[in-house]
């Protein structure tokens, strides 16, 4: 399936490296998420952006940084990263966001920080 | 409490088994429900919307209880294939938005 695809799919940086996660929907949807994934925790909603303005910011450490240029891609620049940070990050879109609309998931990008 | 509860598990079961998960959940604003499928090192999936009239599809069978506040999902005659996480996700209406939660979903083995 190619609705949500994210780039890489694994990453490893140290923590004084500069990177990023790239995300691409191509389902003609207006939201876009970004989740960070631990080990037995739930998912956990990092950024909302609907028609490319951010939405909501679920007090995530400034060391995260979204972009969103258009409606279709989404970014996640990553600096000074702790190993706590290592995780599953997905990226997610719907429709509208505030239609509680299903979510269809990339397959995620699996980041370690040593 | 937590926002969305649910049990961890592991449940295992034998094929053919009939199984069933509930999800608790905090806020009774709460405006819509879903059970989301995670396979193993996969992203989550949507499984079905959880209806008030409750609904089914297939084997499955999606219930909420707003009274309790807490929806369900049954599994009949459970496959080999139906081994996967179980994410319960409630929507609440927040600043004119949807906030979104997830479970921290429970976890089927079928066994053969």
Known sequence: ETGVTQTPRHL??????????????????????????????????????????????????????????????????????????????????????????????????????? | RKEVEQDPGPFNVPEGATVAFNCTYSNSASQSFFWYRQDCRKEPKLLMSVYSSGNEDGRFTAQLNRASQYISLLIR???????????????????????????TGTKLQVIP
């Not at chain 1, 207006?30 to 910011?57: D, G, I, R």
């Not at chain 1, 995530?60 to 706590?84: G, I």
């Not at chain 1, 429709?95 to 269809?104: A, I, L, S, W, Y």
């Open chain 1, 12 to 114: 490893v940086m140290g923590m004084t490296n500069k990177k990023s996660l790239k995300c691409e929907q191509h389902l003609g949807h207006n939201a876009m998420y970004w989740y960070k994934q631990s080990a037995k925790k739930p998912l956990e909603l990092m950024f909302v952006y609907n028609f490319k303005e951010q939405t909501e910011n679920n007090s995530v450490p400034s060391r995260f940084s979204p972009e969103c240029p258009n409606s279709s891609h989404l970014f996640l620049h990553l600096h000074t990263l702790q190993p706590e940070d290592s995780a599953l990050y997905l990226c997610a879109s719907s429709q509208d966001k505030r239609g509680g609309d299903e979510q269809f998931f990339g397959p995620g990008t699996r980041l370690t920080v040593l």
């Open chain 2, 77 to 103: 005659d459970s496959k080999l294939s139906d081994s996967a996480t179980y994410l319960c996700v409630v929507n609440e209406a927040s600043g004119g938005y949807q906030k979104v939660t997830f479970g």
